[in-house]
């Protein structure tokens, strides 16, 4: 394993490697210290409770020194395009950045958002691969335009721990937010899903589509792990029979650079995409999940997410877990 940057550049037996690892570290059964004597730089682009606090928990915990920097706030605002006459607002190269930052630590996590601006850039997630570009040194990706891998892997062991190893029939249920959101997790969250072989249905309103690359790879891993995957429109029957229930709102591809046509459209959509005690009573008892931070009563309910089923908090929990996983493997 040199990066973790995305759930399919991994086999199945090493994302089940990577949770089993996992597990020993939450039952305390594994008290390896890999990092001993090492430091890790934490890059964050954009704000942050889960990833910042348990990498730098989970960091300290395999004895390591978590270093942290946020460009534009504690670091130089960063330049990640080659040839750009820097002449505006940005003082330093991520070239010269991550070449001077790997000298000092063992591995770099990156996060950094889409900026919702242009599609078919940020789709290609343009500074996580110039970080990897321009590092020798381990990159791991703490939620990137298009992925959010230590989450993913967070939501398949919480799945696992709650409901056993068996394919469980998993709903990917878009979600109303006043503005729009990346794309992330959903997209990690319906890719694992499908690594894993659980039969996956995504409900979405017209316009939400995933893309459309990404969702051709979501169907193979499906189909060669003995898993499913559908799409609907259909909010309500989306919910019924299902034993996971996983809201995430995200934003219209199609709405790229008109961050403003997307607000208009989904005001249309609020009253609907809404996890309500209604929806869950259609599914198999199923838990709740969703990655936080959430907006209560616009997400999902208070009796929903306040409920026994709800499982948000053990998701969180498992960051911290699988993330330890991640860096014992790279690093050991
Ligand atoms: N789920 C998640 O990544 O949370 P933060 O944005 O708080 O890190």
Same mark, same amino acid.
């Given at each position: 394993m040199q990066n973790f940057l995305i759930t399919s550049d991994f086999r199945r037996s090493q994302i089940e490697d990577l949770l089993a690892s996992a597990a020993a570290f939450k039952d305390g059964a594994n008290e390896l210290k890999? $990092? +001993?004597?090492r430091s890790v730089a934490l890059v964050f682009f954009n704000p942050s409770l889960r990833t910042r606090a348990s990498m730098q928990v989970g960091i300290y915990e395999l004895g390591g020194n978590p270093v942290i920097l946020e460009p534009g706030g504690t670091s130089w605002t960063l330049e990640h395009r080659e #040839? /750009? /006459?820097? @002449? #505006? @607002? &940005?003082?330093?190269h991520l070239k010269e950045f991550v070449r001077v930052l790997e000298r000092y630590v063992s591995a770099i996590g990156v996060r950094t958002f889409a900026e919702l601006k242009d599609w078919e850039t940020e789709r290609t997630d343009p500074i996580l691969n110039a970080f990897v570009e321009h590092s020798t040194k381990p990159i791991i990706n703490l939620e990137s335009a298009m992925h959010h891998p230590c989450q993913s892997m967070a939501d398949m062991m919480t799945i696992r721990e709650k409901l056993g190893p068996e394919k469980k029939k998993v709903l990917l249920t878009w979600a109303w937010h006043p503005k729009p959101l990346p794309m992330a997790v959903p997209n990690s969250f319906a890719l694992a899903s499908a690594q894993f072989g659980h039969d996956l249905r995504i409900a979405h309103p017209d #316009?939400? +589509? $995933? *893309?459309e690359e990404l969702a051709e790879q979501i169907k193979g891993h499906a189909t060669a792990n003995g898993g499913s995957v559908e799409f609907t429109n259909d909010v309500e029957a989306?919910? *019924?029979? /299902?034993d996971v229930v996983y809201a995430k709102s995200w934003g219209s591809k199609d709405c790229y650079g008109n961050v403003d046509k997307d607000i208009a459209f989904r005001l249309g959509l609020r009253k609907d995409w809404i996890v309500d005690q209604a929806k869950m009573a259609?599914?198999? *008892?199923a838990i709740f999940m969703h990655c936080l931070p959430v907006r209560r009563n616009v997400i999902v309910t208070d009796s929903v997410i306040d409920s026994? &089923?709800?499982v948000v908090i053990d998701q969180a929990e498992n960051r911290l877990h699988v993330q330890k996983a991640v860096l014992t493997e790279l690093l050991k």
């Open positions: 890999p $990092l +001993a004597g #040839g /750009v /006459v820097m @002449d #505006g @607002d &940005k003082t330093e #316009g939400y +589509a $995933l *893309d989306a919910f *019924d029979g /299902v259609r599914t198999n *008892d026994p &089923k709800s």
